[in-house]
């Protein structure tokens, strides 16, 4: 019952979180609200939550990674794939290599491959924390969608250097052969094992759809296991679960465009992603909040791993390693664009400036998240010999002193860095859109034509002169909107269409507002005032 108490305490709290932003004053990301609400919890409550990071990466990761991985634009991943590998692999290396020995150099009594194994679970950044830091600063979208397709694979390369500086640890042996293997391993079979599931439990539901019909609810349910399967397929092959769970969304996002899904399936599994999305990712970081104070608590024997007895050189710890990330994450970007620049100068290309703020900023960005705490909390407890692990509890509290320092260093200073910036709206979103809207505009007008005379001839037309005056109705709306994508007349339409919005949206709540007067008063029923109103939230949402 305590655990069912605390789970419900923990939602509370995510949705707190959502109004307590709004009210506090500056842009506060949501992450840093709900870890405060979760250390509030901990200091309130008279149980804790035993965290088991096996049981957080199964429940919490696969559904998260799978819709990032679903929702990404894929144009972005394949426009920009050789920056986002140079970042999600390259520069985790470097970042565990010079992290390391820093550590290490820093800290004597902490072992080397201790070391090595702290900056390697502090590498990847969280996507979740990079999307919440990016709502509330005006980023450009190809950074974003660099940033974002970074922190979807870098979380695999993390992992699997921390895997190796651990094992590193409690034999004393260390095989560069062995651990490129064995990362090529993790890659490859884990983003196999991603495409393979979601393309197995598809064409499975589709032939059962095709034969039994669909039952409702089931498309949804089915959908949200398929990151839970690819994670677990991944795991049993040795794999690594986390790129099985994105490379299942990014095939997800292919599969979908197939058309097969009913439209009533899509909007109401969107909606429930939504919700997911939403509470996981805050049940999250209440959950980092809520670890906190153990984490602090154990500051006394962290104070005597690292030789020090002022509490002040924990913080000194902590500073310093975020520090020497940020500078090796500015190195790193640094050189990838002056790479990118001597390329485009070798083959005769225009030629772009660095941008100082842009580089700045992407170098803030990488804040890390509840990915490093749940794998730092993995460390085993003792050598194979029967002897503590060394430095553990220090290792965990720097971890989760570098989450909360980036964190908090990139809220504050990634807004007034961009701030005043303006960055042209990319020309080529606008030409795609008016392409697709002309091109399916063009195709409704034929296939209205079509079967209005498939309708006229069939047996069943009662009143032939229907059919033209309903589909003049019909095609005059869909010329309508190909003039809103005319070249020509494109500045007039799209101010005609503002207007229009805003009178159409006035109507819409007036509409809405009649049918629940009506069934207020009991002059409709509660099915037809839900029927009607779904149809009006829908088309409000579409102007919205």
């Not at 992290?99 to 502090?122: D, E, K, R, S």
């Not at 940020?326 to 005769?348: D, E, G």
């Not at 037309?461 to 020509?488: G, M, N, S, T």
Request: glycine share 6%; charged share 15%.
């Amino acid at each position: 019952m305590d655990s069912i108490e605390v789970v419900l305490v923990m939602m509370l709290a995510v949705v707190a979180s959502a109004y307590i932003r709004r009210v506090l004053p500056g842009s506060i990301p949501l992450p840093l609200v709900q870890i405060g609400l979760g250390a509030l919890i901990a200091a309130q409550s008279s149980h804790g939550v035993d965290l088991e990071p096996d049981l957080f990466f199964l429940v919490f990761l696969p559904p998260l990674l799978f819709l990032d991985g679903w929702r990404i634009p894929k144009s972005g991943l394949l426009r920009d794939k050789g920056t986002i590998l140079e970042l999600a692999f390259g520069l985790v290396v470097f970042t565990v290599i010079g992290a390391g020995y820093l550590i290490h150099w820093m800290i004597p009594a902490m072992p080397l491959p201790v070391a090595f194994a702290l900056a390697a679970i502090v590498s990847p950044t969280d996507p979740i924390a990079v999307s919440s830091i990016a709502s509330s600063a005006p980023i450009p979208k190809r950074l974003m969608h660099i940033l974002e397709g970074e922190s979807l694979l870098n979380d695999a390369s993390g992992l699997v250097c921390f895997r190796f500086a651990v094992a590193a640890a409690l034999t004393g042996t260390f095989s560069l052969q062995t651990a490129a293997l064995t990362f090529a391993w993790l890659v490859a079979a884990g983003i196999g094992a991603g495409v393979a599931v979601t393309m197995l439990i598809t064409w499975m539901q589709r032939w059962l759809t095709r034969h039994f019909g669909e039952p409702p609810g089931s498309p949804i349910l089915v959908n949200l296991l398929i990151p839970f399967g690819a994670y677990l397929v991944a795991e049993r092959l040795h794999a690594s679960g986390i790129l099985a769970a994105v490379a299942a969304g990014v095939t997800m996002s292919y599969v979908e465009l197939s058309g097969h899904a009913m439209a009533s399936t899509r909007i109401q599994r969107s909606a429930v992603w939504d919700t997911v999305q939403f509470s996981l990712n805050g049940v999250m970081f209440v959950l980092l909040g809520e670890q906190l104070p153990d984490i602090f608590h154990s500051a006394g024997m962290s104070l005597e791993e690292s030789g020090h007895i002022n509490r002040w050189w924990l913080l000194a710890y902590a500073l310093a390693i975020t520090a020497g990330l940020l500078a090796l994450r500015m190195a790193w970007v640094w050189a990838s664009l002056r790479l990118t620049i001597f390329k485009q100068k070798f083959r005769h290309q225009p030629r772009q400036k660095i941008n100082p703020r842009l580089l700045l900023a992407t170098t803030l960005a990488g804040a890390r998240g509840t990915i490093t705490l749940a794998g730092v909390l993995t460390l085993p407890l003792l050598l194979p010999d029967g002897r503590p692990f060394p430095a553990r509890a220090l290792t965990i509290f720097l971890a989760c002193s570098v989450i909360l320092i980036s964190l908090l260093v990139a809220s504050v200073a990634l807004p007034r860095l961009l701030a005043g910036m303006t960055f042209p709206a990319e020309p080529e979103e606008r030409q795609e859109e008016d392409l697709a809207r002309r091109a399916a505009a063009n195709a409704a007008i034929s296939a209205i034509e079509k079967t209005q005379v498939e309708l006229m001839e069939s047996d069943a037309c009662i009143d032939p002169e229907v059919y033209p005056q309903a589909a003049a109705r019909v095609i005059a709306f869909y010329e309508h909107k190909l003039k809103e994508v005319d070249p020509e007349s494109e500045q007039s339409w799209r101010k005609t269409d503002s207007a229009e919005k805003e009178l159409r949206l006035a109507a819409l709540a007036a509409e809405r507002r009649t049918v629940f007067d009506l069934a207020r008063h009991n002059h409709i029923s509660d099915e037809t005032s839900r029927k009607l109103v779904r149809e009006i939230d829908l088309m409000e949402a579409r102007y919205r």
